[in-house]
């Protein structure tokens, strides 16, 4: 189930960063990622009230884990300037690459308090293959 989730999650990124991508076209960077953020607040408002949740922070979060808000923002600014630049697949697969570096290294170290899962050197054969690829990308752009 998981496993389906998580492609269903990579459709909806395609999907998102070529929407994003393409707002920039009809207002600006700054205007678009502000539009976009706006209406992810409304969108979530509405769950939250639809769920009648109520919005309380009480336990003692770290105040680290607030930086995704800040990370997210650069992250729709640089998706929107890379996507009209060198396109929709180009944009996702390099991005990928870079979640997939930074994981490893996340997994492995058990950063932010997540569990250990070592790295293990037959992924090395992975990351070439994906790296190739990626490379056949950019010269055949």
Same mark, same amino acid.
């Given at each position: 189930?998981?496993?389906?989730?998580? @492609?269903?999650?990579?459709?909806?990124?395609?999907?998102?960063?070529?929407?994003?991508?393409?707002?920039?076209?009809?207002?600006?960077?700054?205007?678009?990622?502000?539009? $976009?953020?706006?209406?992810?607040?409304?969108?979530?408002?509405?769950?939250?009230?639809?769920?009648?949740?109520?919005?309380?922070?009480?336990?003692?979060?770290?105040?680290?884990?607030?930086?995704?808000?800040?990370?997210?923002?650069?992250?729709?600014?640089?998706? +929107?300037?890379?996507?009209?630049?060198?396109?929709?697949?180009?944009?996702?697969?390099?991005?990928?690459?870079?979640?997939? @570096?930074?994981?490893?290294? $996340?997994?492995?170290?058990?950063?932010?308090?997540? +569990?250990?899962?070592?790295?293990?050197?037959?992924?090395?054969?992975?990351?070439? $293959?994906?790296?190739?690829?990626? @490379?056949?990308?950019?010269?055949?752009?």
């Amino acid at each position: 189930m998981y496993k389906i989730s998580a @492609v269903f999650i990579g459709i909806l990124i395609a999907i998102m960063v070529t929407f994003n991508g393409l707002l920039v076209n009809y207002t600006n960077q700054y205007r678009s990622i502000l539009i $976009i953020h706006i209406v992810g607040l409304i969108a979530i408002t509405i769950i939250l009230i639809l769920r009648k949740e109520k919005f309380n922070l009480t336990k003692n979060i770290p105040i680290y884990l607030f930086s995704g808000g800040l990370i997210g923002v650069l992250m729709v600014f640089l998706n +929107n300037l890379c996507f009209n630049s060198l396109g929709a697949s180009l944009t996702l697969s390099l991005g990928i690459f870079g979640q997939l @570096v930074l994981a490893c290294f $996340i997994d492995h170290y058990g950063l932010f308090g997540l +569990n250990v899962y070592k790295f293990k050197k037959k992924k090395i054969i992975g990351f070439f $293959i994906i790296f190739s690829g990626l @490379v056949t990308m950019i010269y055949l752009k």
